[in-house]
């Protein structure tokens, strides 16, 4: 598959997210003290965090992502923001910056610590750059049995211990370890490391933790997929009519895996960019909640628990009553 200007993976449109990473540009501006000074984003997506940072810390800043694309309704700002349309590399090790951000990229680099060891050479003899990054938690994805979230896309799985390692190993020091978003992903901070190293941080012990939620994953994730399955095919047998809310990756994840078809009617997004599209895989229509109007769902599916509330205040707004629970 090729990353491009056509892939789509914005959550900005939601009020949940985008509430979270305001909070979280201002936690950054304000831990690496960015008043003033330039940040560079390795995998910026449609630049929209790039630019929420900028502003909160009126900052300059730098988007490097071979999938920016200068849209409207992407929270466009006075910000002093410039981007590159390319994948980073080291024809890129030039660049310097005050900040070195990295938001939900890592997992997708195949060999993660030569672009990490990318990163320290760019830094070099700066021992004030800050470097922040963000990533799921796979910790997370095998305690909940989280099937929807394992999908091609990603190369690599994160727990905060094996995250913090990896930058040590590469010549950091990690100042700052934490779980954000209801537990589901890790933002780490670190900057070059000094001669001494600085003791391992609480969440980083998690390696017997995580070797026994491996062992037992495979069984548990066979229940739950059994279970999904059940459910979904007895609310069809039943006549009632079920969709997910959330169309990306999570979606395609869990209807190619429990393959699922006319079980599920449509896949709602509120990212305009997607509707009228479909999901790869299993061709499920990309809806705008308006359209759910026309045909009400009895059941819906949220494919992530931290929407539920913004779901039902959505319905709500449409005047719809259905049944909603949550992946």
Known sequence: MVYSTNFEESQH??????????????????????????????GCGKGEFLRELCVSANATGL????????????????ADIQFIVDFFGPDY??????????????????????????IREMIGQRAD????????????????????????EHCSYFSPGAHARLFRQEGFDVTDLELVYDGQYIVQYAKPAASVATAALPLERDLEEMHRLAETFPIRVRACQHRWQERLRSAHAAGRRVVLWGGGSKAVSFLTTLQIGEEVS???????????KFTPGTGHPVIAPAELIAGPPDLVVVMNPIYVTEVRRSLD???LHSEVVSV
């Open 266 to 276: 449509a896949a709602v997004d509120i990212n305009p960019y997607k509707q009228g």
């Open 93 to 118: 090790r030039h660049l310097k910056a005050d900040a070195i951000l990295c938001r939900h990229t890592l997992e997708h680099i195949s060999s993660v610590a030569s672009f990490v060891r990318l």
């Open 129 to 152: 750059d800050w470097v922040v990054f963000e990533t799921p938690d796979a910790k997370r994805v095998l305690a909940e049995s989280a099937f929807w979230d394992i999908y091609y």
């Open 63 to 78: 988007g490097i992502d071979p999938g920016y694309r200068a849209d409207k309704g992407r929270g466009e700002g006075d």
């Open 13 to 42: 449109f939601s009020g949940t997210f985008s509430g979270f990473a305001r909070s979280l540009a201002q936690e950054i501006a304000l831990k690496c003290e960015l008043a003033g000074k330039h940040v560079l984003e390795i």
């Open 317 to 319: 707004a449409l005047g």
